[in-house]
């Protein structure tokens, strides 16, 4: 089936007591047994729930994957994964990776005795040169939020089969319907369903898929003893946002490519980030994996003043953390998103205190071109 055809329909039948077409919202902890031991497979809320099954079946439909297992956020989708590793094990991490990633991982998975190495991943031969005897998982963000760096999936993919490890995929920014590195080799997907998949900015959700039974068992067993679950309610929302996910994707692609090169245009502006760009560094790369560029932006006004003055103009983009909905934002990523990387990282990998970043919204394109021409005057 094509994208849109499995968005609206993959995972979804009308309910069997009923006939409702649309998926139930199944609020309820418990499940009625006959008598002890007898039941319909159902028995407690952590453990199943048909609202959230549905979600899980239309996300790994939509990333061509067996397996989909749905999280209470994504951070708690990525701390899942990292239960697929025990003290003792190594981690490879392309460097700048979503911030909340980068805390969870150092401040508080690493005091379980797990070792994390950071790398530069625009380069296959930095992940090869971190990895040693007792690596488990590459994981990589791509492309990177906010510098929109990209890695080559299939390459990293290919040389964790060849050495046995776990390639794991963040694919937050692109969504399946412009990439989807499991097509392209990779082990497991996950998704802060929080931002694009949801689209709406009224969830907070994460989403792993993979096609590896074995990954699918370890995490189904996780997230049921671990317990991160969604509401139902929660996936009743995803489940309708994907619906629109292959047209809200279009238009934040249009919008995107519109206000980089409107952007790119203007004298007051020291640097435009979009892989949609040709003078984005890894442009090349970009239009062999993935099938459209995305929403997002990053603008580096060249100094702090001026990106803060920004921020604080605009009045369509909403300045506020957070990206992937239809309204568009604007943030500050060394104030907001990234506090917590220190500094000199920070400024290591070109996140200054002058970037700002811009998560383009489905919004009419002059209103957005207006609001930032204002902006600046
Ligand atoms: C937001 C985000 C996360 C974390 O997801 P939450 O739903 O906020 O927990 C992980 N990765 C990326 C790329 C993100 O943008």
Known sequence: ???????????????????AVMTPIYMTSTYVQEEIGVHKGYEYGRTHNLTRAALEQN?????????????ASGLAAIQALMNLVKAGDHVVVSNNVYGGTYRLMELIIKDYGIDFSWVDAMDLDNIKNAVKDNTKIVYIETPTNPMLNLTDINAV?????????????????????????????????????????????DVIGGMVVTSDDKIYERLKYIQNAAGAVPSPFDCWLTLRATKTLAVRMKQHNENAMEIAKYLESASFVEKVIYPGLENHPQHELAKTQMTGFGGMVSVDFGNEEKARNFAKRVKVFTLAESLGGVESLVCHPASM???????ADREAMGLTDSLIRLSVGIEDIEDLIEDIKQAIS
């Open 157 to 201: 993919s290919s040389y964790c089969k060849e050495k046995g490890l776990i390639s794991i995929v963040d694919n937050t920014f692109m969504s399946p319907y412009f990439q989807r590195p499991l097509e392209l080799g990779a082990d497991v997907v996950i998704h802060s369903s929080t931002k694009y998949l949801n689209g709406h900015s």
């Open 337 to 343: 998103t990234h506090a917590s990387v220190p500094k």
């Open 59 to 71: 996300i790994a439909a939509l990333e061509k994957g067996k397996y989909g297992i749905a999280f």
């Open 1 to 19: 089936m094509g994208f849109s055809t499995d968005a609206i329909h993959a995972g979804q039948k009308p309910d069997l007591e009923t006939g």
